[in-house]
């Protein structure tokens, strides 16, 4: 990690520089939620790199709830951020372990919604996020984690689409921090085509 920004500062532009060169897309998509737009992000080009995934890490620690036991995010594209952020924690000397929200139960053994080593009921946990929309997705993860006896507070995201997710996580009693506004990214990939 010696070829990192040492500072919050160069770590976050260095990482909106990655978003907007390999994960930023403009032109006509319809989005997983049915939205169609201009914007296209796919951050898994930027989380499943070592690079990326270093910067990413550290920018979503700062971001956890200070007693959360576990950060945990709906699997596909939480698995790298939950899997970097609990050991950027163990390099930093803080407990927090990794859990992957299956998209439906196992459909076989234990027939289990969660993967990883469970915290005890009643233990606060951190949703990650890729990309939020309208902010489903996540609220499926949150949702499962609460009827299996957790405490969720919050979502953190890389990019924020603006979309109305921050709407639906307030009523779901959910704080929403984001990392970069769509917004960003795409001024940035334009800054950098010029």
Known sequence: MSNLPISKEACNDKLLTLLATEAYQHGDFTLASGIRSTHYVNCKPVSLSGEGLA??????????????????????????????????????????????????????????????????????????????????????????LRESGYIVKRVVTIVDRQEGADVLFRNAGLELISLFQVKQVANRAQELSL
Do not use: C, Y
């Not at 390099?91 to 993967?115: C, D, P, S």
């Open 55 to 144: 910067l990413l890490s550290r920018s979503l620690l700062e971001r956890i709830d200070s007693d959360a036991l576990s950060v945990a995010g709906l699997t596909l594209g939480a698995d790298p951020l939950v899997s970097g952020v609990a050991m950027a924690a163990a390099h930093n000397g803080r407990f927090l372990n990794a859990l992957i929200v299956r998209k439906e139960a196992k459909g076989h053994g234990t027939g289990a919604w969660l993967e990883g080593p469970l915290p005890p009921k009643g233990a606060l946990i951190t949703v990650l996020e890729d990309v939020v929309t309208t902010g489903g997705s996540s609220l499926k993860a949150v949702n499962q």
